[in-house]
């Protein structure tokens, strides 16, 4: 693991000092890689802060909790012994859901150099604004929407056509099992009776592409009328194995 500034608990702690509002800084040192993964999910980053905290060994970072439940990460960066990575966290917030974040530009962080003044000036004009504009977005979403918008059940339909996909490649399904008013239906995009084999057929000619839309076209014709449509491959036929022939005696057996 690779030393660990040991000035990133007093920058931390100058950088609280001077950042707008009243905020503190929680320093944290991690003993193994994985205890900085916690807290590096919530970065709210898309960029480099991000892919900093999970990609290296860091050793520490810090926290800073500002005013209104601002959360400021704060980490070295590697192999820029000059510079640290800052960025905000996710709101901690049990009424904010996953999907509250759905349409959300992430705020993103930034890199700040090792004079705690400048980097406070630098997170004031590009980091905070923008984390303010992402966390009323979030908190309005979750104002409107506060349960996941779960797709409802499809209704139940009294009839349904089942087309098939049978092992010669044909595709239709049996005449006797078509509702008689899905029949005109099946009759407008293509599909055909054949009445020796007593059912509507797809013809492979139209090709895989041309078929694929028929079909497509008929489930939304037949929807309207409450029709269901499924789409089945055939059921596997089963080879029946004749019983093997009794032994014969061979040749030159002694009778």
């Keep these: 693991m690779p030393s660990a500034r040991t000035d990133l608990d007093i920058f ?22 994985p205890d900085q993964f916690p807290v590096a999910e919530q970065i709210w980053d898309a960029g480099h802060v991000s892919y ?11 926290v800073l909790h500002g005013p209104d439940q601002q959360h400021l990460y704060l980490a070295d960066r590697p192999r820029y012994p000059h510079q640290f990575v800052v960025a905000p966290l996710e709101p901690d917030d049990a009424a904010i859901k996953p ?10 962080g930034i890199v700040v150099p090792n004079d705690p003044a400048r980097a406070a000036a630098l997170i004031a004009r590009r980091v905070l604004p923008r984390y303010e504009q992402a966390r009323q977005a979030v ?8 349960e996941p ?9 009294a009839q349904v056509v089942t087309l098939t996909w049978y092992d010669d490649g044909a595709l239709g399904t049996p005449y006797a099992r078509v509702p008689e008013e899905a029949r005109m239906t099946l009759y407008a995009h293509g599909f055909q009776y054949h009445p020796h084999q007593a059912a509507f057929l797809l013809p492979a000619a139209y090709g895989e592409d041309g078929r694929a839309r028929r079909i497509q076209a008929v489930a939304l014709r037949l929807a309207e009328k409450g029709i269901g449509v499924n789409l089945r491959h055939a059921a596997p036929t089963t080879t029946t194995v004749p019983p093997a022939a009794p032994p014969t005696a061979a040749r030159g057996a002694v009778r």
Excluded: I, K
């Design 12 to 33: 931390a702690a100058g950088l609280a000092d001077r950042l707008p509002g009243a905020w503190t800084s929680e320093y944290h040192r991690h003993l193994t890689y």
């Design 139 to 146: 908190r309005r979403n979750a104002a409107e929407q506060p």
């Design 149 to 157: 918008p779960h797709r409802q059940a499809p209704p139940q339909v």
């Design 52 to 62: 900093v905290a999970t990609e290296f060994v860091l050793g520490h970072d810090a």
């Design 99 to 108: 999907h509250h974040f759905d349409g959300v530009d992430e705020p993103n």
